[in-house]
């Protein structure tokens, strides 16, 4: 009988250490830090303190929470069963959550995904519950499956962040700004780019469903010497204001986004402006594609002949890039405009494709690229003609999670190729320097955006040297 009963309190005892051990995460290295198990959603969730001993930084910050760990960034938005590892979406088997202002994470983080992750410093004992630091580690991993990345990986076709922006074979049409052409309504996606590393977690099947998101824009443009009167001469100023709604498809696997977006620009002084613009991009771990088609119908524009009027327009872009060794993504691009000036009745065709070259291996925070693209404008006007090339440099920035910011320096060189004497481009070369700057800030469902172009352009023809400038500016509220 007292055999018995000390076996029924060993097996008690035992079970009752077996509980704690499962209700309790230790994490040591130099030090030690325990945290217990809470279950407000049915299962054990630890509190992201327990990292401290392995130097993580926790900085909340607007709607997420970042965490650094061994040179990692970590996004979380409480409620959420994905997180952004440098930029890569990683799916966890339940949410995180908030409790007395303290990020709580499952179980499955801190048992599964940071040793994987970081396979030569952590192990996880899953019989004491103990992650612990070790620079010698070897553990022997099972396959995993990668996770997509979050972000616009896809470069910038050449109209996409660069001709449509600021149009180099015309003054750029009102609402084509940096603003409206790059997705700033895809809140993680325009700062969770150029991302070297790959996460490795499971996407479960509620996770992998696709989502959406819908947008309202409301931004002022100004532009100075719009219709580009040369030096010295009188000079028009256009000031406008756009309104637009914005619709955003995100499907996580295959990491696909597709976007939408129609807005109406009100001019001062000139007929109002309507614009449809759709596309997507998807990339993986290796291939990167993007694609957009629009339309602009009655946006004003310096035509043929360097008269002032109103064009309609419809044009495709598209870019495809490969991932190589390096850290390296070399990305062919392409783009064809057609468009109609209706006072002259002059219809015009540009058209062209180049390449672009993109270090990643800073990371998401800082990405620079270079790119050449040759292009031609080919017009009903045999004066009109001519031929471009295009270079330029362009950095992509991110020192805080809700910031963007963008600088670019582009020359345009242009040769008209017209074989008649008479013709006042006859022999014309012009050399077009833009020097552009453009900013995100994200506050919780707000985004303000900021794109700033200079135009200093220098012409055979004295008569088309000039200088412009255009700014923009604006916020979007996320509706859904």
Do not use: C
């Not at 952004?84 to 979406?89: H, T």
């Not at 896809?154 to 015309?170: C, E, F, G, I, M």
């Not at 023809?461 to 979007?476: C, E, H, N, P, V």
């Amino acid at each position: 009988m007292i055999a018995t009963r000390l076996l029924l309190a060993s097996a008690l005892l035992a079970g009752s250490l077996g509980a704690q051990r499962k209700d309790t995460l230790v994490v040591t290295a130099r030090t030690t830090a325990r945290a217990a198990a809470v279950w407000d959603y049915g299962f054990a969730a630890y509190p992201v303190t327990v990292l401290a001993p392995l130097g993580a930084v926790i900085m909340p910050n607007a709607d997420r929470i970042e965490v650094k760990v061994f040179g990692t960034t970590l996004w979380f938005r409480p409620g959420h069963g994905t997180f952004a590892d440098n930029g890569l979406l990683v799916a966890m088997q339940q949410v995180a959550f908030l409790r007395n202002g303290v990020l709580y994470l499952p179980d499955y983080f801190y048992s599964r995904w940071l040793p994987t992750r970081h396979a030569r410093m952590l192990r996880y004992d899953g019989e004491t519950g103990t992650l612990t630091r070790s620079d010698n580690v070897v553990v022997v991993l099972r396959p995993t499956t990668p996770a997509r990345a979050v972000g616009r990986e896809s470069p910038r076709s050449l109209s996409a962040d660069s001709k449509a922006t600021d149009s180099v074979h015309r003054p750029p049409a009102v609402g084509e700004g940096a603003a409206a052409t790059r997705s700033v309504f895809v809140e993680d996606d325009a700062r969770q780019e150029n991302v070297p590393a790959q996460a490795v977690g499971q996407v479960s099947p509620a996770s992998a469903s696709a989502t959406t998101e819908m947008h309202l824009r409301i931004s002022g443009l100004l532009a100075d010497n719009f219709f580009q009167a040369p030096r010295n001469a009188p000079a028009i100023q256009l000031r406008a204001t756009s309104a637009e709604m914005r619709f955003l498809l995100r499907v996580p696997a295959p990491r696909v986004n597709v976007h939408a977006r129609a807005s109406q620009t009100f001019f001062d002084g000139f007929a109002p402006s309507v614009a449809a613009v759709g596309g997507f991009d998807f990339s993986g771990k290796v291939h990167v594609l993007e694609g957009t088609a629009g339309y602009q119908r009655r946006s004003p524009r310096l035509g043929a002949g360097d008269q002032a009027g109103f064009a309609s327009s419809i044009y495709g872009t598209g870019s495809y890039g490969v991932k190589l060794p390096g850290e390296l993504q070399l990305s062919a691009l392409g783009h064809y405009y057609d468009i109609y000036l209706h006072a002259l009745a002059t219809d015009s065709r540009y058209y062209g494709g180049g390449g672009a070259l993109r270090y990643r291996g800073f990371g998401y925070q800082f990405s620079p690229e270079v790119a050449e693209v040759r292009s031609s404008w080919q017009s009903s006007l045999p004066n009109e003609n001519y031929s471009e090339r295009t270079r330029w440099a362009a950095v992509r920035a991110v020192p805080w999670s809700p910031v963007w910011l963008f600088a670019r320096y582009r020359r345009d060189m242009r040769d008209y190729t017209t074989s008649i004497a008479t013709g006042s481009n006859f022999g014309r070369r012009d050399t077009r320097d833009h020097w552009t700057v453009a900013a995100d800030v994200r506050l919780r469902r707000l985004t303000w955006s900021m794109y700033y172009t200079h135009e200093d352009a220098v012409s055979t023809r004295a008569d088309r040297s000039f200088t412009s400038q255009l700014i923009t500016s604006g916020l979007s509220y996320r509706i859904r």
